[in-house]
Nanobody, 122 residues
Framework: QVQLVESGGGLVQPGGSLRLSCAVS????????MYWVRQAPGKGLEWVST????????YQPDSVKGRFTISTDNAKNMLYLQMNSLKSEDTAIYYC???????????????WGQGTQVTVSS
């Protein structure tokens, strides 16, 4: 069965860095577009990063562009999110999520990890 398991969250000071990891199993990882999304306390879901199937093109919203980098290791079935220059407004639960359609992006999500908490505070 499909499983996504995030790790790497924690408490970090403003300006610091964290790398989130997501171990995936149960599907052909390199054939699906993957995303990182987050949810801050009391707020809705926010898209953070996208990576194309096979680990090619990446996309980020302006709020994290230049600070966050999404990547994959297809040999290890791992998805990563490198987060630099963290700000207090980056505090949220971060989820790795899978697109439901083979090879094409829909910006829909069919499987989620359990989430990992990132807290940016001095």
């Amino acid at each position: 069965q499909v499983q996504l398991v995030e790790s790497g969250g924690g408490l970090v000071q403003p300006g610091g860095s964290l790398r989130l990891s997501c171990a995936v199993s149960g599907f052909t990882f390199s054939s699906y577009w993957m995303y990182w999304v987050r949810q801050a306390p009391g707020k809705g879901l926010e898209w953070v990063s996208t990576i194309a199937a096979g680990g090619g093109h990446t996309y980020q919203p302006d709020s994290v562009k230049g600070r966050f980098t999404i990547s994959t290791d297809n040999a290890k079935n791992m998805l990563y999110l490198q987060m630099n220059s963290l700000k207090s407004e980056d505090t949220a639960i971060y989820y790795c999520v899978k697109d439901p359609f083979l090879g094409s992006p829909t910006n829909e999500y069919d499987y989620w990890g359990q989430g990992t908490q990132v807290t940016v505070s001095s």
